[in-house]
Structures are given as structure tokens and as C-alpha cells.
């Protein structure tokens, strides 16, 4: 059982570079979500799906595009990579049918950007 | 203000001693869920233990349990008989309403467990 797949775990881009980080999950969750984790800090969420077809912005959303075009697949693009963006990126999934229900989290894309 | 309150930045605990880790929450919504995370130095989140707004008794999971008072807003994370491999980051973190699928986290606080 797979669970919740981020590739790739790392990446060195170029500002102004693009680049997509794929996630995807096989336990047939309604839910998705990016987050970005900053050195010392929690997670704050960019993006989040309630299913397919159906994104919206989390807190921090300016930089990112997503789209969610089957339920399996949930991708984040940065169109135009800055160094601020530098970050370790979680993708993560949820069941819609328990609130109880914690959040499976990937291992995480450790991006920086020169 | 923040939704999320973690106050210690940093902890130490004696192996097999219990410790407290602090949450404070803030919302305006009469349902929430409040979650803890750990994360190793491997950097993978994993899942502790969950609480409820309208649960009754307190959570309990293992040696993790949460210590959650509903008036103060705080749900406190304690972990008993403190193990090594405890040593890590650990995260609060709210859900808003039912059915939210955004998650808040605090700034985290860093056990260590000394020997």
C-alpha cells in the first residue's frame, strides 16, 4: 500500500525555472492538499482539493498553480520558481467521510531555488 | 492572532519521565478537530492523536494521550515514559468544521530525550 507518492524528494531549480511536483495517492481520497514547510516553522497550506475538478487556495497560494483532473493525481506547478519559494513541499490526503480522520502526509519534495 | 499557539521551542525530558508539550488554540467555530504530528529528523509527518470539540473524554493513544480543556482552548500533548526515539518535532494542529479539509498548524515544539 503505497499511501500518499511525492515526487521528486529533491530539486535544485533556477529562479524563473518551472517545474511541477507530482503527488499521488491510491487510497481513493476525496481530499488533497500542498503544504510548504519553512525552516523551523509548521506547515502552511497552499492549495486544496475537495475532488476532482474542485481546487481552491489555502493561506499561502500566490506562486503555485494546481489542478486536480482525476481523484488519484494532485500536482503543483510553480510557474516561475522565486527564492522564496525555497521549501520542503507535503502533499497530503483524506478521506471525506470521517473528521476524525487524520490527514496522510507524503515524505515531502525538498525544493531549493538559486 | 494566531489560530495555533505552540510556546516552548524547545524541550528536554529524561528518558522514561513523562512531559507535557503545550497547544493553545484559538476559533470562532463551535466544531473543530485538533490533531498532533510528530516529525523526525527523517522529515516525515506522522500522526499521533486526535481530538474532537464535542468529544468528552480526553484521547488516548499508546503513551500519547491529550490533555484537553475546551474553556482555555488548549489541547496539551503528553507522552509518558519518554523513549529516545521520541526525540523529534511535534506539531498541533486545527481543522475548522466538519467536513475542512485545511489544517493549521503551530510553530512546533522539539523534544529531545536525554539518556
Known amino acids: 500500500n503505497a499511501g500518499v507518492t511525492q515526487t521528486p524528494k529533491f530539486q535544485v531549480l533556477k529562479t524563473g525555472q518551472s517545474m511541477t511536483l507530482q503527488c499521488a495517492q491510491d487510497?481513493?481520497?476525496?481530499?488533497m492538499s500542498w503544504y510548504r514547510q519553512d525552516p523551523g516553522m509548521g506547515l502552511r497550506l497552499i492549495h486544496y482539493s475537495v475532488g476532482a475538478g474542485i481546487t481552491d487556495q489555502g493561506e499561502v497560494p500566490n506562486g503555485y498553480n494546481v489542478s486536480r483532473s482525476t481523484t488519484e493525481d494532485f500536482p503543483l506547478r510553480l510557474l516561475s520558481a522565486a527564492p522564496s519559494q525555497t521549501s520542503v513541499y507535503f502533499c497530503?490526503?483524506?478521506?471525506?467521510?470521517?473528521?476524525?480522520?487524520?490527514?496522510?502526509f507524503g515524505d515531502g519534495t525538498r525544493l531549493s531555488i538559486l | 492572532a494566531q489560530k495555533i499557539t505552540q510556546t516552548q521551542p524547545g524541550m528536554f525530558v529524561q528518558e522514561k519521565e513523562a512531559v507535557t508539550l503545550d497547544c493553545t488554540y484559538d476559533t470562532s467555530d463551535q466544531s473543530y478537530g485538533l490533531f498532533w504530528y510528530k516529525q523526525p529528523s527523517s522529515g516525515e509527518m506522522i500522526f499521533l492523536i486526535y481530538q474532537g470539540s464535542y468529544d468528552e473524554q480526553n484521547a488516548t493513544e499508546g503513551r500519547y494521550s491529550l490533555n484537553f480543556q475546551k474553556a482555555r482552548k488548549s489541547a496539551n500533548l503528553v507522552i509518558s515514559a519518554s523513549q529516545l526515539g521520541d526525540s523529534a518535532m511535534y506539531f498541533c494542529a486545527m481543522r475548522e468544521g466538519d467536513a475542512g479539509n485545511m489544517l493549521t498548524f503551530g510553530g512546533g515544539t522539539r523534544l529531545m530525550v536525554k539518556p
Open positions: 497530503a490526503s483524506r478521506n471525506s467521510g470521517d473528521s476524525a480522520r487524520p490527514q496522510h
Open positions: 487510497m481513493n481520497h476525496e481530499y
